[in-house]
């Protein structure tokens, strides 16, 4: 028993749907695609669990969220596919995949066939007893990553109302789950390891804006220590948790943020890995030629950087399934991912975005008593960071192109005065022309405006040589 395609996308994450959406761009036919996915519904965007999903007042819920809203296209519910053609292969898990032969083999024994496959696989959560700790199976201990994770959490908020929740975890699962639980007013203690939250990103500044909000709100924080055990009752359910300097704090719900882990494990001795993912070329085309991957699980040359890197954000997932796409369907026209690393996030009324990267000496700007605030990274000279809470769309995207310009910085105590400013400037700046003699296809503003006379004397000098030319060939001809 087995089915054929021509193109196979394993997983049906955020990369997912946005490939498809593209794979319908580029005039794929009827019955060629297909997308096996261990969960029971279409892609969907997934940051909509963390936010919109645990909402108190009308949260999300699908079809509102499937892919793909997130960058404000048709919303690929699980009419589109049907409509397109597509085959979803949904609750459905892949056990071995022979690259070589180019076939999957599912967990009920079906083999599927493809001439293309596209890896989407994403990430796991990584669970606490791969730490040491177990627990995990108790009814309200939450984790995050998928809808029935959501739906969990959800159904355990919901029956601790005014109960104490413990997060673990500073980071983005962390910070976004404590927002919507104190939303959903469930007293809130944070715990994790680092000095502050979103260690990987924010610098002590930063984060500790955002700590003194969610103290206002009334989210406690123990750092520098992490979970070691739990107090179960006689029905299993966890009432403490047990932390390594010695303190306990009383728990109706856990809810786990600890990190994730690339799903790598079908690909292990047939495919290069690296920086714990697949590696990839800038087609997303991984060390075998019929094989792409995206997502969380690429790791893929960041031109920006001259570095391979392994981005886990939607941002990334998008945009890195869509060149996927474009590289396979029309090769010819796709040139090397040029991409800038982005990340945001948004919780209580905050909404930040960071670019590029978080590399080198930092400069702060902005009010921190205020709404707006913001940080350079300067490296080598160059800013090769931005980040900025509370901009709007004119002033992101000012911030995104700077970024990417990596202009020369000289005075650090000059752009720490001109903040935000500075990113406007430099974005409405005419680029210098390259020194090559070929700026077609450029995008580039010339800084010396063309003034009537200039196209005058063109017109006069243009008509000059062709005289000469028609005198010369008449010349020529009496020879």
């Not at 292990?268 to 075998?288: A, C, D, F, R, W």
Request: glycine share 10%.
């Amino acid at each position: 028993m087995g089915r054929a395609f021509v193109y196979v996308i394993l997983g049906g994450g955020v990369a997912a749907g946005y490939a498809a959406l593209e794979f319908t761009k580029k005039g794929v036919s009827p019955g060629e695609l297909c997308i096996i996915s261990e969960e029971t519904v279409p892609p969907y965007e997934r940051p909509a669990l963390s936010k919109g999903y645990l909402l108190p007042e009308a949260p999300a819920r699908l079809p509102s969220f499937h892919t793909c809203v997130g960058a404000n296209e048709e919303r690929l519910a699980p009419k589109w596919y049907k409509e397109h053609g597509i085959e979803l292969i949904l609750g459905t898990r892949v056990k071995s995949v022979d690259v070589r032969r180019k076939t999957l083999l599912t967990a009920v024994g079906e083999t599927i066939s493809y001439k293309i496959l596209i890896i989407a696989t994403g990430a796991r959560a990584l669970k606490l007893e791969e730490f040491g700790v177990s627990g995990s199976d108790a009814e309200n201990v939450c984790y995050l990553r998928d809808l029935a994770d959501a739906n969990r959490v959800v159904d355990v908020m919901q029956s601790c109302a005014s109960g104490n929740a413990v997060v673990i975890g500073g980071g983005y699962i962390g910070m976004e789950c404590a927002a919507s639980l104190v939303t959903n007013r469930i007293n809130v203690t944070m715990v994790f390891p680092e000095v502050h939250c979103m260690a990987r990103l924010f610098t002590p500044k930063i984060a500790s804006y955002y700590e003194g909000h969610y103290s206002s709100k009334g989210v406690q924080f123990v750092k520098g220590t992490v979970l070691l055990s739990f107090e179960i009752d006689p029905i299993g359910k966890i009432t403490a948790v047990n932390l390594r300097d010695g303190s306990q704090l009383p728990a109706d719900m856990v809810v786990v943020g600890i990190g994730i882990r690339p799903n790598t494990s079908l690909f292990e001795g047939q495919l290069t890995l690296e920086k714990g993912g697949i590696k990839v070329n800038g087609q997303m085309q991984t060390s075998n030629t019929s094989v792409y991957a995206v997502g969380d699980v690429a790791a893929f040359p960041v031109k920006l950087f001259g570095e391979t890197r392994r981005l886990e954000h939607v941002d990334s997932a998008r945009k890195t399934a869509k060149h996927a796409v474009s590289a396979i369907m029309e090769p010819e026209k796709t040139d090397e991912f040029d991409y800038l690393p982005f990340f945001y996030s948004r919780f209580f009324t905050f909404s930040w975005q960071f670019y590029g990267d978080n590399a080198g000496e930092v400069v702060h700007f902005g009010d921190y008593s205020g709404n707006t605030i913001g940080a350079y990274w300067i490296s080598k000279g160059h800013l090769v960071g931005s980040f900025l809470e509370g901009g709007t769309k004119e002033e992101y995207e000012a911030l995104a192109k700077t970024t990417r310009l990596k202009p020369a910085i000289d005075d650090i105590t000059e752009l720490e005065r001109q903040g935000l400013g500075f990113a406007v400037t430099v974005s409405k700046k005419p680029l210098t022309p390259p020194p090559s003699d070929d700026v077609s296809g450029s995008t580039l503003v010339l800084e010396r405006p063309l003034f009537a006379w200039h196209a005058t004397a063109g017109v006069i000098v243009a008509a000059s040589i062709a005289s000469f030319a028609y005198w010369y060939g008449r010349r020529r001809r009496r020879w």
